[in-house]
């Protein structure tokens, strides 16, 4: 399995940027997958997922009604539609997969078995 992030770059506050993750090795249909962040000096932090058995996302607060996670199951792809950029969303961002996700752990970047390599996004204010 790989995945492959791209869409990273520098945006002023209130901007836009989307990002994608194309995977490969996999049957998509049949994975969860999530988008996490890392700040420096701070942990990994869930951004939101969209799992194989529902189609609707889970967001974290913080990026709620401001980032929006969709997927095209034929071209293998999730994105991250990021809109009103903070300076405090400023991260590696990272997508991720797995299989076994259920509700409860949606949220733990340990119950993701696949990483992409990151794509940095730098938000100006």
């Known amino acids: 399995v790989q995945l492959q992030a791209s869409g990273g770059g520098l945006v002023q506050a209130g901007g836009s940027l989307r990002l994608s993750c194309a995977a490969s090795?996999?049957?998509?249909?049949?994975?969860?997958m999530g988008w996490f962040r890392q700040a420096p000096g701070k942990e990994r932090e869930f951004v939101g997922a969209?799992?194989?058995?529902?189609?609707?996302?889970i967001y974290a607060d913080s990026v709620k009604d401001r980032f929006t996670i969709s997927r095209d199951i034929a071209k293998k792809t999730v994105y991250l539609q990021m809109n009103r950029l903070k300076s405090e969303d400023t991260a590696v961002y990272y997508c991720?997969?797995?299989?076994?996700?259920?509700?409860?752990?949606?949220?733990?970047?340990?119950?993701?078995?696949?990483w992409g390599q990151g794509t940095q996004v730098t938000v100006s204010s």
């Open positions: 969209i799992r194989r058995s529902d189609s609707n996302p």
């Open positions: 090795g996999l049957t998509f249909s049949n994975y969860n």
């Open positions: 991720a997969a797995d299989r076994g996700i259920i509700l409860t752990t949606v949220r733990s970047p340990h119950a993701y078995g696949y």
